[in-house]
């Protein structure tokens, strides 16, 4: 996919999103970069930052993104309504959303850049999170979550889920379907067959029961993939898979949920990953560092996910 603009939904304004931002816009990095860049969000709030933060940044204000220009930090401004005496930030944030995504959709070679959400104001345990609430925006079915770092990346078969349900939606099904959109999004993408490794759920992919996930879905699953000529093995046991050959060996780790495979990549790797849904008709991609409230104003949050995020489009 030839990608020759970048669309960045500002969202959350009290996190450290804008400051990373920044950062990256301040660095010979966005100088050299070579895809128009145009920011959706609101021109006061983000006048108010630079300002705040003391960067020497200039804005370009277009009405059509077909006006933005190469070098410059083009801005669509979103207004922000007003409650009562109160900003509406969770209606400001889904028209920061609905904007880029109408213009996702009337244009072609487009990816979009996100910052974090709050998702007990936002979301409101309406989605599991923006992968889910993007699908539903986009008509998509099968969204997959990829934290990708060039040297490693991992996927959980279930996202935000809590573990207690976590059992019941390992299926078969979905772990095809998922590494197959894995599988193909390397090769159309990164130019890679990548080797794949699938994690069992329980400890030690056994259990006191007479068979577990790993005898009933993850091992048929296995098994049809390496059928159909994909390169992936497994089950193995998560407490022991991240040592150093697997890491170098792997491009991928699939796991059954979150924390099992999001935990070690970034105690590994740090905030050097981003988050990437697979299955949209556009490439999306968010830094992986969340809203962060704790450090917002204090300009000292590292801004590697956006470096990682800046050097991931310069690769597609």
């Excluded at 880029?100 to 959709?105: T, V």
């Excluded at 072609?108 to 104001?121: D, E, M, R």
């Excluded at 204090?298 to 310069?314: E, L, Q, V, Y």
Aim: proline share 4%.
């Amino acid at each position: 996919m030839n990608i020759n603009h970048i669309l960045i939904v500002m969202t959350e304004p009290k996190s450290i999103f804008l400051e990373i931002l920044f950062k990256y816009f301040s660095s010979k990095n966005f100088k050299s970069n070579t895809k128009k860049i145009s920011v959706v969000g609101n021109i006061s709030l983000l006048k108010k930052e630079i300002k705040k933060k003391k960067f020497k940044i200039k804005l370009n204000e277009v009405l059509d993104i077909k006006k933005s220009k190469k070098n410059f930090i083009n801005l669509i401004d979103i207004k922000i309504s007003k409650k009562s005496k109160y900003i509406n930030f969770s209606k400001y944030i889904s028209d920061c959303f609905d904007k880029s995504l109408s213009i996702l959709k009337k244009n072609k070679n487009i990816a979009l850049l996100n910052g974090p959400v709050n998702k007990k104001t936002f979301l409101k345990k309406k989605y599991l999170g923006i992968t889910e609430y993007l699908a539903k925006k986009t008509n998509s079915k099968n969204p997959v979550m990829l934290i990708y770092n060039k040297k490693l990346s991992v996927s959980p078969i279930t996202t935000h889920l809590p573990i207690k349900y976590v059992s019941k939606n390992i299926k078969k099904s979905e772990i095809i379907k998922k590494v197959k959109s894995i599988n193909s999004f390397f090769i159309k993408n990164l130019n890679k067959k990548p080797k794949i490794a699938l994690l069992g759920l329980n400890p030690h992919c056994e259990t006191i029961e007479k068979k577990g996930e790993e005898q009933k879905e993850i091992i048929p699953a296995i098994k049809q993939l390496r059928s159909e000529r994909l390169n992936i093995t497994g089950p193995f046991s998560a407490d022991t898979f991240f040592i150093k050959k697997n890491i170098d060996y792997y491009d991928v780790v699939v796991g059954m949920y979150h924390d099992q495979v999001l935990t070690p990549l970034k105690t590994l790797y740090n905030f050097d990953a981003i988050n990437i849904t697979i299955g949209l008709p556009f490439i999306r991609v968010s830094p992986d560092h969340g809203p962060n409230t704790t450090m917002y104003g204090k300009n000292k949050s590292d801004p590697s996910s956006i470096f990682c995020a800046m050097d991931f489009f310069n690769k597609i």
